[in-house]
């Protein structure tokens, strides 16, 4: 994706070409194109929607872009065919330990059927994100948290005002951050935002402020104003940052992984890090992992491990690349039955055969595992993903053996879930 840095000020272009000469130098061979400078005239044809106020030109680079939920979905599938064996909506409750406090394997509740059952290995990893000191408080309560959660907010906006599929990047915001506005999925993605909280939630919500930030900051840099009316999602994650030193900002704070051992237990904890050097962290803990449980040393063959989906041939134009090969077995589902071909709403990508492979072979359970986890959906548009929830739910009714309460009370905690996906004062 080309990324475009406006420059206001004479001393800017230089100065951020300079930077991103030794971000060229430092990706090498890995890049995806070099930087250059750019006069204001190719800035505005690229990005149309840019202020041309006071526009001195500006400096361009090209960066990646991936969506994190198809690539976590194929991971999973990965693991799946070389024999790992996956559980979903199964909640850990406690460790089994033997007489000196080693652990043994974990307790853990299935959520639907609320069955409890054991699980015994001779190493268990806690991979939990910002969720790990929960985990290590079980095993032991007087661990020290090591957790420094921090929200991070994005504002989906129409296709419009990114039109050119061109991203912009504005190195200095009131906070000193970096801020990023995005062509994603045919909406513009712009933050985001650095708040420490005090404890990590499974549904996280932006807080008026950093919309306001969002909003005032990306405004200096749109010809058209951006309001809250324009927002059709607001989606909130929170960074499991480990703590370095007590009241250092977020902001400051390594975005590395750290692995911690807990002597007595043998609970092996990776916390931090991020999707870009996801790989690393995933060595760097198996081979600790290998340690631990007495494996036989031998080298880590998932470094150019190609994952479930792979298509060195895909094509971004088609709706359904995001399946890489599995997208010829999503469209046999449409040749069955040319209904499942349709969208489930019109403002929104998703088919009804999306739906069909999510729940069949995607361990899809709920209407939220379809629209915000196997795809965008509810990123993209609340509204609309609130509006496509009964068809959703009975397309996995009808998978799954579910009856009519099922998709009740589906549709009706779905559309709860949207509305705080949705800025609440519109003005």
């Not at 559980?87 to 959520?111: M, P, W």
């Not at 990306?218 to 499991?240: C, E, M």
Request: charged content about 25%; overall charge negative.
């Amino acid at each position: 994706v080309p990324f475009f840095v406006p420059s206001y000020q004479w001393w800017e272009s230089p100065f951020y070409g300079i930077g991103l000469r030794i971000y060229d130098m430092l990706a090498g061979r890995f890049g995806f194109g070099k930087s250059s400078h750019v006069s204001a005239s190719e800035m505005l044809a690229a990005l149309p929607s840019l202020n041309p106020e006071g526009l001195l030109g500006g400096t361009k680079y090209y960066d990646g872009q991936f969506d994190d939920a198809r690539l976590a979905i194929n991971l999973a599938t990965t693991a799946a065919e070389h024999g790992a064996t996956l559980v979903n909506y199964a909640r850990v409750e406690g460790f089994s330990k033997d007489s000196s406090g080693h652990i043994l394997g974990v307790e853990v509740q299935e959520l639907e059927s609320q069955e409890s059952f054991l699980c015994r290995a001779q190493v268990v990893v806690n991979a939990t994100g910002p969720f790990a000191d929960s985990l290590r408080q079980i095993d032991d309560p007087t661990a020290k948290k090591i957790i420094a959660p921090s929200q991070g907010v994005h504002l989906v906006l129409d296709h419009s005002f990114l039109p050119n599929d061109a991203a912009i990047m504005v190195p200095h915001t009131d906070d000193g951050r970096l801020l990023f506005a995005i062509p994603w999925h045919g909406v513009a993605v712009i933050g985001t935002t650095d708040t420490a909280i005090d404890e990590s939630v499974l549904e996280p919500k932006a807080q008026e402020e950093e919309i306001d930030f969002i909003l005032e900051n990306a405004n200096r840099y749109l010809k058209r104003r951006a309001t809250r009316s324009d927002v059709r999602s607001v989606f909130t994650g929170i960074r499991p940052l480990v703590q370095v030193e007590k009241g250092e900002s977020t902001a400051a704070l390594s975005r590395e992984h750290a692995i911690l051992i807990n002597p007595e237990s043998g609970l092996l904890t990776v916390a931090g890090g991020k999707w870009t050097t996801y790989r690393k962290m995933a060595e760097d803990v198996v081979d600790q992992a290998a340690t631990l449980a007495g494996l036989q040393d031998v080298p880590c063959p998932t470094r150019r491990l190609k994952i479930h989906g792979h298509h060195a041939l895909g094509d971004s134009r088609d709706a359904l690349a995001i399946y890489g090969s599995d997208a010829r077995k999503v469209r046999s589902l449409i040749g069955l039955d040319v209904r499942l071909g349709k969208k489930v709403h019109e403002k929104l990508p998703l088919v009804a055969a999306e739906v069909i492979w999510a729940t069949r072979f995607e361990m899809a359970r709920r209407v939220e595992d379809v629209l915000a986890r196997r795809t965008r959906c509810l990123l993209l548009d609340a509204r609309a993903a609130a509006e496509a929830a009964p068809r959703v739910a009975d397309l996995m009714a009808q998978e799954l053996g579910f009856d009519s309460n099922w998709v009740k009370a589906e549709v009706e905690a779905f559309q709860q879930l949207a509305q705080d996906y949705l800025p609440s004062k519109l003005t």
